[in-house]
């Protein structure tokens, strides 16, 4: 993005772990009993993940983490111009966009464009860069809501689901910016070839499936990142040690641990949530901005390298300048 537009800036974020955390030795104890569940939780790298409870709404708690960002923004609610609510399973109802119940339970009303977005566990940082762009050509002020309620999509005889997936939620506010502040560079990819690799077909019985071994989704969603971080980075004509901060799409706890070695990110760099709340789809660098911006001591001027891989496939990478 060319520095001469105008700028964003975030304006506020949170976070939402809705329901009652579930440790993996309680997954493993009452689904796998013949597997160790310390080795288990040492294997995937996640102790714990929330399960919602079962009247839980992608649109309750959207629009709960919305009124508590207007605050902490200090943004009136009918100032808000655009809604982008991401969600990886069809959130509430897939028309209409759940988006606007988000907007009506949030007693928003006439002012604000709101739609759903889906591109898998890359969908939050799509819809950044989108947020990024709409305010860089004349919107004030843009919502980004990030809604993953996975556990209501687990087939318990679905070890690989059972035991990674999770739910959370984030909010996102970007706002104008001064010149030179907010996006610096992107680079996305869709693979139509490999759309089998996590599911949820509409039917009468819908669960999340994975569809090829562990191995080779591993090794795609490290290739996916990788390609999509260099190209960042070499669009913005830097090398990772020149990058202050980094959010990264944690799907497990190995794949997160080797793409930090792989760019040699040192861990201060960073913030570890996959083994606290599991893998959480497109919440998952969405949470991990908000935990970013609420435990580091972030400066203006600084950056950070948005990763992010999904199933379909999707990648997708970005670089923000704060």
Known sequence: MSPTVRGQRIAATCLALPGSPVTTETLIRQAMPERDPVDMARRIGIDARHFADPGDTVAEIGAALLRTALDQAGWAPHTLQRLILVNSHGGDHPI????????EAAGIRHTCGAFDLNNACTGFVTALDLAARLVATGLERVAVL??????????ASQPRALVVLGDAGAACLVEAGPPGAGLLAADFGNDGEKLPSVTLQHGVAERITFGVPGRAFFDYALE??????????TQAALD???VDWFVLHQPNGALFDRFLEVLAIPP??????????????????????????ATRPLRPGQTV?????????????LLWRL
């Open 146 to 155: 990030t809604v993953e309620l996975l556990s209501k999509w687990i087939d």
């Open 305 to 317: 390298l948005f990763v992010a891989v999904g199933a379909g496939a999707s990648r997708g990478a």
């Open 268 to 293: 201060e760099r960073t913030v570890r949530l996959v083994d606290r709340i599991g893998s959480v789809g497109a919440a998952s660098a969405a949470c991990g901005l908000a935990e970013l911006r």
């Open 96 to 103: 209409p966009a759940t988006a606007n119940a988000v907007l």
């Open 224 to 233: 996916g990142m990788l390609r999509s971080a260099q190209t960042v980075l």
């Open 240 to 242: 990772s040690t020149e």
